[in-house]
């Protein structure tokens, strides 16, 4: 059995992270593009809110993941 270091497992959080980030940024953008071609006439505050509405979920989940792995150790 191989060992697995401390500092691998950060990596690995903190990449699945910046996945996360990206997938719920662009799932945002992608809402809040459609959103402001269909309702809002072409405005730039749908767009702006959906990714930041990804972004924020994309942080708080990775805080609870990185939380979950430092009270742990």
């Known amino acids: ?9 950060i990596s690995v959080r903190v990449d699945r ?3 996360d980030s990206m997938i719920k940024f662009g799932g945002g953008l ?3 593009v459609v959103a402001s071609l269909l309702f809002f006439k072409r405005k730039k505050w749908p767009m702006i809110m959906g990714s930041g ?3 924020g979920l994309a ?4 805080e ?3 939380k ?5 150790t």
């Open 17 to 19: 992270c910046l996945y």
């Open 64 to 66: 609870k993941d990185l």
């Open 1 to 9: 059995m191989s060992k697995v270091y401390k500092e691998d497992e």
């Open 30 to 32: 992608s809402v809040g």
């Open 59 to 62: 942080y708080e989940n990775c």
């Open 68 to 72: 979950e792995y430092f009270t742990s």
């Open 53 to 55: 509405f990804g972004l």
